[in-house]
């Protein structure tokens, strides 16, 4: 591959950025639905449509939380063929990253489980099931974000852990 040297435009920072700022705004995007859905199911906000103003926000930050977390996969599959004859022969190296790959199956299936209970919040909804609809909701924003928040952070440290091998 060409190298390609101009300024502060190197191809090879490119991966590593996309991947630190995919990283960021997962984190910032479930740091912002922890926040914001807590205010919305708590009894300070006094909308009236908070419930459809909590569906709408769901579905628009579920759409980048899915985004963000393919690229961060992408560019960490990318990373791991980049980095795999430097770095195979440390078992140190291999079983963090191989930590990091689990950290990123369990996020996905976290994901896909608050997904479930987000159509199923949806369904609720339509047939005016309130019990059930606000269960769904708490269980996407109050426990399975903040779960997601810390895994999030364990594998930013894994990260980190990672470069300095």
């Given at each position: 591959?060409?190298?390609?040297?101009?300024?502060?435009?190197?191809?090879?920072?490119?991966l590593?950025?996309?991947?630190?700022?995919?990283a960021?705004?997962f984190?910032?995007?479930?740091?912002?639905l922890l926040?914001?859905?807590?205010?919305?199911?708590?009894?300070?906000?006094?909308?009236?449509?908070?419930?459809?103003?909590?569906?709408r926000?769901?579905?628009?930050?579920?759409?980048f939380?899915?985004?963000?977390?393919?690229?961060?996969?992408?560019?960490?599959?990318?990373?791991?063929?980049?980095d795999?004859?430097?770095?195979?022969?440390?078992?140190?190296?291999?079983?963090?990253?191989?930590?990091?790959?689990?950290?990123?199956?369990?996020?996905?299936?976290?994901?896909?489980?608050?997904?479930?209970?987000?159509?199923?919040?949806?369904?609720?909804?339509?047939?005016?099931?309130?019990?059930?609809?606000?269960?769904?909701?708490?269980?996407i924003?109050?426990?399975?974000?903040?779960?997601?928040?810390?895994?999030?952070?364990i594998?930013?440290?894994?990260?980190?852990?990672?470069?300095?091998?």
């Open positions: 591959m060409i190298e390609y040297d101009i300024a502060f435009a190197r191809l090879g920072q490119f590593p950025f996309l991947h630190i700022a995919s960021a705004v984190i910032g995007l479930q740091l912002g926040i914001f859905g807590r205010y919305l199911l708590s009894n300070r906000c006094k909308s009236t449509d908070k419930v459809f103003l909590t569906i926000f769901l579905r628009q930050f579920g759409i939380l899915i985004i963000s977390l393919f690229v961060i996969a992408a560019s960490s599959f990318l990373f791991s063929n980049q795999a004859s430097l770095r195979s022969a440390d078992p140190m190296a291999t079983a963090i990253l191989a930590t990091k790959w689990t950290l990123w199956l369990f996020l996905t299936l976290n994901l896909s489980y608050m997904f479930y209970h987000y159509k199923k919040a949806l369904a609720a909804l339509k047939i005016r099931e309130k019990i059930t609809l606000h269960e769904s909701l708490v269980v924003i109050i426990y399975f974000t903040p779960l997601n928040l810390i895994v999030s952070f594998a930013v440290y894994l990260g980190v852990a990672y470069k300095d091998f």
